[in-house]
């Protein structure tokens, strides 16, 4: 499924909805308003919202249940937010604009920044796991700072889901005036419960994700490679000589992979230029040669155009030997045959050296070129000559094999897909949360410490008001524009 047709289907939906729901307004007055009212809908414009009052009696119960373990957990959590995270969180705005905006500043070690979007840099097909990991990720946040506040005795009016195209925040409505009447450390407890909570559950996830091989060895076994589980109806790969669903892939160019982390790693190994050890008797035997070599577009071709499976190889080895062969000699031979059996490759940084006997050949390819010998279980190697970056996008692997067939119907990897984009987002909203922006708990965060400091220097409070506007504006005027380029960048150019 594409973005378009993602994006289509999207849009159906909506129009269908404000079709009905206009519909329903003008022709079904009091029965739908009582509807709504009573299940707590609500509709607009590509966005929908659900309100409800069912799970304050939870929240209140759990928390004094729970009140001394609660109140240690928020304590440690506003400590950490503070002093920690916020000063990250800063530092990390600081260093995207000047690694971004100032070409003469070099900083190392600054984290990766970007937008996710379905069907733009990641598949459509995760859209579920793309959904449900934001729905987590949101509901453990306003769980937080619900606890946080029943804690304290501060009324819960209402909590929910709202809804914009794709994206569900979750909600909790909170009575202003009680918590405004609280202690300011109090009110720094519930403003930061809510980026502590999704800290927690980052920290669970990844811990979850690097121990699922351990908790799932039970059903499942790994280490002996990855599975194709499917190729794109675009893959290079897709056709009678490619690969197929279930092969076992355990090389790359003799980069061997046991887990689906070896076949990132030896995709981007597989940008090296190598050279195949070959023998000389295999070369005499089945050179196929041109009597002369033609170059186009700086390569060298040195087969017969309709030779489709031959490819023309450089000598590459040290010429020191009395038998050797000379500088810039080509033969024309056929890949395929040349890795049949077990094959040693010959590298620039290995002085391109072989055995005895052997030759060391390179293929003769452009700059945008790679030949990638992928090596299969109980099968023979597949030829890719194009982009690793190709087969990344194209080819989806897992590294869990079921021992017993009742298992197959369940891949672990779904899991930890959902586990990585948990970390992800919930790491995502902690860090947008915190900082000072318009309407996020970092404008109230700001605001309790300004108001702390300006007790501190004995300030009145049109100093808070100041303060507290000057750094909202501030903080939303440089994130916003980041996040309306971080967008831009994933849909103009990193698709």
Sequence with gaps: MSFVLLSSIVLAFYTVIWFFDSFFKSCMHYPYYAFLEGTGLKFGILNFS???????RCLYRWSKNLSRILRKWFTCGYILVIWIFLPFAIWTLLSFIFEHFYDTIQLNNVPEVKAMLPGINIP?????????????????????????AAQED??????????FTIIPVAFVDLNTDQLKNLAVT?????????????????????????????????AYETGTGVRVTDLTEDSPLKDSIGLHKDDVITSINNCKIKVASDWMQCLQLAHQRYGICTSAEFVAQNDEIMMENIKENDVVECCR?????????????????????????????????MVKNQFVKCTESGGYSCPRAMHCMRPSLNNVSYLLIIERKENNPVLYLGLPYDLHKTVFVDQYFPRLKVFSFFSPSRFEK??????????????????????????HIARNLIQILAKYLNKNGDFVTFF?????????????????????KAVYEDN
């Design 50 to 56: 659900w309100t409800t009052t069912a799970f304050n």
């Design 124 to 148: 459509t097909s995760d859209f579920w796991i793309y959904f449900l990991a934001i729905a987590l990720s949101t509901i453990f946040h306003e769980l937080g700072h619900a606890l946080a």
């Design 154 to 163: 501060v009324q819960i009016i209402a909590v929910g889901v709202y809804v």
């Design 186 to 218: 109090k009110r720094l407890r519930i403003y930061c419960a809510g980026v502590w909570h999704n800290i927690a559950i980052a920290f669970m996830a990844i811990l979850l994700f690097f121990s699922a091989p351990i908790l799932f060895n039970i």
């Design 305 to 337: 155009p309709e030779e489709a499976y031959n490819h023309c190889f450089e000598y590459m080895e040290p010429k020191v030997a009395s038998d050797s062969v000379l500088p810039g000699q080509y033969s024309c031979l056929k890949p395929r045959d």
């Design 418 to 443: 959902l586990l990585r984009y948990i970390f992800i987002f919930s790491m995502g909203i902690a860090f947008l949360n915190v900082l000072p922006c318009y309407s996020m708990d970092g404008h």
């Design 468 to 488: 507290t506007v000057f750094t909202v504006v501030i903080g939303t005027g440089v994130t916003g524009p980041i996040l309306i380029y971080l967008f831009y």
